[in-house]
């Protein structure tokens, strides 16, 4: 859902995504980024020793805040319409961002659920930060915890895919078409 054109009084503001969304969306990224670099480098140690098992720690610590994290957004989403542009994008583009975010979005949810499956189902440790364990509502299954493992790893690859289209796109909005949809979310309104 896009909001509708503003009013003629309008301000720079109705065409950036609100401080919060920008901010939620800035600091997922880092977090996302910093989960997959854990993930993918504990993936290669040896299983059960260390520096595998803190940095599995600090990865599923990150995956459950990104979780909450993203119930957030999800939630102001669902509520509140994206800004208006001040040239609307042609249709396919439309189209192919909503596509594309939305896929975002599912990859978002399922990474830390699947992780749960593979970590839940396998009996290891659902921590956060060392303060706290996260309740395992799962029964301890090998079988279970295989396919999560499985969906999880083949899932981490498409979330690669998506992100690296995500990037791209992103670069030719801001250095082949020029237009406003990297401001939108750095909210520096100035260059247009
Ligand atoms: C958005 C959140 C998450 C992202 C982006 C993410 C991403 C990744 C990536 C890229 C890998 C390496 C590829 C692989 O072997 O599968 C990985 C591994 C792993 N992740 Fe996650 N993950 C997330 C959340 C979680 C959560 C919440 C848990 C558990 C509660 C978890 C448990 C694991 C484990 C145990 C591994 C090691 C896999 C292995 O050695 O085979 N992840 N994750
Ligand atoms: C350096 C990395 C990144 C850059 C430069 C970037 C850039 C952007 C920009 C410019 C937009 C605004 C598009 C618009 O308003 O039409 C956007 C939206 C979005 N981005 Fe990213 N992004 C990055 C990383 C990520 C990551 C890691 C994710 C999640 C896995 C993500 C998910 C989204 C989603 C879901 C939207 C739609 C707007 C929303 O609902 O928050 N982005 N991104």
Redesign the pocket.
Known sequence: MTAPPPASSSTDQDYV?HPA?RW??WT??IL??VAIALGVVAAYLPVGQEPRRSLLELHKSLGFTILILLVV?IGW?LMVA?PAFRRPLDRSTRLA?RAG?LA??A??LFMPLSGYLYSGAGGYSLPWFGLFQWPRLLPRDPGLSHWGQVLHDRAAWV?GAV?AM??AA?AWHAFVKRDE??S??TGRTGAD
Request: charged content about 15%.
């Open positions: 995504h969304v939620l969306h997922m990224a996302i980024f957004r989403r994206e961002s975010h975002l979005y990859l978002m979330l992100l995500h990037l992103v949809v990297l939108r979310m």
